[in-house]
Nanobody, 129 residues
Framework: QLQLVESGGGLVQPGGSLRLSCVYS??????????IGWFRQAPGKEREGFSC????????NYADPVKGRFTISRDNAKNTVYLQMNSLKPEDTAIYYC????????????????????WGQGTQVTVSS
């Protein structure tokens, strides 16, 4: 069973930056086969996918609201995926989750929550002055 733990959330002013981390752990032999996605859920709204990185790290995918502001990366040696968030806006306020799915394809990505079957507990990000 894969476990994921997010960290790095907090309160930040509009225009500020945060870096989230997602550490994943489990059976060592297969950890490099997990695609990692980032999702967020604002109060009263559906959980939405906004960024994903392939297991190889070569391919990334972003939803329009975060393109040009957020950057996803991964360090497979540390079993960690990072999300650098710049130029944060109040509408970015949400609980942020990372999720994982096992894939053989090295370039596969998805922003669909139904494609992922392991989830972290989430970290709160609040953008407010």
């Amino acid at each position: 069973q894969l476990q994921l733990v997010e960290s790095g959330g907090g309160l930040v002013q509009p225009g500020g930056s945060l870096r989230l981390s997602c550490v994943y752990s489990g059976l060592t032999l297969v950890l490099n086969y997990y695609v990692i996605g980032w999702f967020r859920q604002a109060p009263g709204k559906e959980r939405e996918g906004f960024s994903c990185i392939s297991r190889s790290g070569i391919n990334t995918n972003y939803a329009d609201p975060v393109k040009g502001r957020f950057t996803i990366s991964r360090d497979n040696a540390k079993n960690t995926v990072y999300l650098q968030m710049n130029s944060l806006k109040p509408e970015d306020t949400a609980i942020y989750y990372c999720a994982a799915t096992f894939k053989l394809e090295p370039t596969w990505t998805s922003l669909q929550k139904t494609s992922f079957n392991s989830w972290g507990q989430g970290t709160q990000v609040t953008v407010s002055s």
